[in-house]
Nanobody
């Protein structure tokens, strides 16, 4: 079963950038991959997704600022975050949908944006 490890979170000032990485233990070539985020007390929300075929979607809140990409050769998915805002502060989780049914989650990485 695939395991996911996120990295790249941290503390950044408003307007700054971070690049999150999600490294998978096995091939992700055939999996749809997603980034979610969660703030304490709130539901986890979808930030961006990229299908196995490269189709991309974004939440309205991050359109034009965030970019999702995948490197199947490296079994890694990225989330480039530019123009960060304090409201982007959250724990960011990588998600893989395996076989169209099974959801695999990483442990999360904290992103904190100061004003």
């Amino acid at each position: 079963q695939v395991q996911l490890v996120e990295s790249g979170g941290g503390l950044v000032q408003a307007g700054g950038s971070l690049r999150l990485s999600c490294a998978a233990s096995t091939t992700i070539r055939n999996n749809h991959m997603y980034w979610y985020r969660q703030v304490p007390g709130k539901q986890r929300e979808l930030v961006a997704g990229i299908s196995s075929g490269g189709r991309i979607s974004y939440a309205d809140a991050v359109k034009g600022r965030f970019t999702i990409s995948r490197d199947n050769a490296e079994n890694t998915v990225y989330l480039q975050m530019n123009g960060l805002k304090p409201e982007d502060t959250a724990v960011y989780y990588c998600n893989a949908v395996v076989g169209g049914l099974l959801n695999i989650w990483g442990q999360g990485t904290q992103v904190t944006v100061s004003s």
